[in-house]
């Protein structure tokens, strides 16, 4: 608790640096305009020289203070990421400072058994995961998750690890279709006329998908990635502290419906290069859990006739430790 507590100390402080970067980068903006007002018209207007040449000044000592605020605030930024295992030139090439920032803060919170489940799972390499794609599982429009997604899912709300997220990040997910060059297969094709999207179309996604907030690792052959914007919930596992390097990790527990926004083939991002790339709106969430049971009562079934008592139920059931519930 300690840690976690210093943690959220340090986040506010460079939270604070940066809110007086902006209002310094404001103030700047507004002395420029007032001196460009008061620039003299001829070099006799003396009384307006001086005001421009004070407004000259105040400019340069808001410059020179923000440099010294930008250097502390990178170099605590820098320390930070460092200590919770982001690497830090990666952080930010996806979202803001802010939103990463609060996204490691969110984290602090979330139960370490349950992202260390999640991040073992098959499927899921250091700071996200990728599934390849199974063409009669999959029907064109639905991207299903790993195998284990629904249940992660499930289980992440029934341990409340669902946090409200900020709807203006930008969430990474890469999928690898088998592609690579002069190595196509039949199969591959079939993979990407699965992935097929054009604007407007809807695509469904999940329950269960993991994704990054910073950078997709290289796929090799290309692959497709998706930039998901729009989501509300999801489980944060941003920054780590121990031998974790680069995790990134939010995991999508809901059904998501979407809308492509815009599509590019054979593009690149962040320096990489996709076969396709597609950004998509959440138009809503679908809570792969039923209320009853977020709320733990206990399911009712109508009309179940009551047990024989002449019968032994147990070997019925197939003993004990199988009560006659379907697996």
């Given amino acids: 608790m300690a840690e976690a507590e210093e943690i959220r100390s340090r986040i506010e402080t460079i939270k604070d640096l940066s809110d007086r970067l902006a209002e310094q980068d404001r103030t ?91 991040r073992k799972q098959a499927g899921v390499t250091d700071g996200m995961s990728y599934m390849r794609l199974v063409p009669q599982d999959n029907p064109k429009g639905m991207l299903p998750p790993t195998p284990w997604g629904r249940d992660a899912a499930e289980e992440a709300y029934r341990q409340h690890q669902v946090r409200q997220i900020d709807p203006r990040l930008r969430l990474l997910r890469t999928l690898a279709t088998g592609s690579c060059k002069d190595h196509d297969t039949l199969e591959t094709s079939d993979y990407l006329a699965l992935m097929d999207f054009n ?96 709320l733990e009562f206990p399911s009712i079934q109508s009309n179940v006739p009551l047990p024989d008592p002449a019968i032994d139920q147990d070997a019925t059931a197939g003993g004990p430790d199988n009560p006659g519930l379907e697996p």
């Fill in 28 to 118: 700047i903006k507004d002395l420029e305009e007032e001196m460009r007002s008061e620039t003299p018209e001829h070099p006799w207007s003396f009384m307006k020289m001086r005001r421009h040449n004070r407004l000259h000044a105040e400019i340069e000592d808001e410059q020179t203070s923000m440099s010294r605020d930008r250097y502390d605030l990178n170099r605590l930024t820098e320390r930070l990421f460092e200590d919770v295992n982001i690497i830090a030139d990666k952080a930010t090439s996806t979202n803001s400072l802010e939103l990463i920032l609060d996204l490691v803060e969110q984290s602090l919170d979330t139960d370490p058994n349950y992202r260390e489940n999640v």
């Fill in 199 to 294: 604007v407007g179309d809807q695509v469904t996604m999940g329950p269960g998908l993991s994704t990054t907030v910073t950078t997709p690792h290289w796929l090799g052959g290309g692959g497709i990635l998706f930039i998901i914007e729009g989501a509300s919930q999801g489980v944060p596992m941003v920054g780590s502290r121990g031998d974790v390097p680069n995790e990134s990790e939010v995991f999508l527990p809901d059904l998501l419906h979407c809308t492509v926004l815009e599509e590019t083939t054979d593009g690149t991002y962040l320096g990489k290069r996709f076969e396709r790339i597609y950004r998509l709106g959440v138009d809503s969430e679908e809570t792969p859990v039923p209320k009853r049971e977020l």
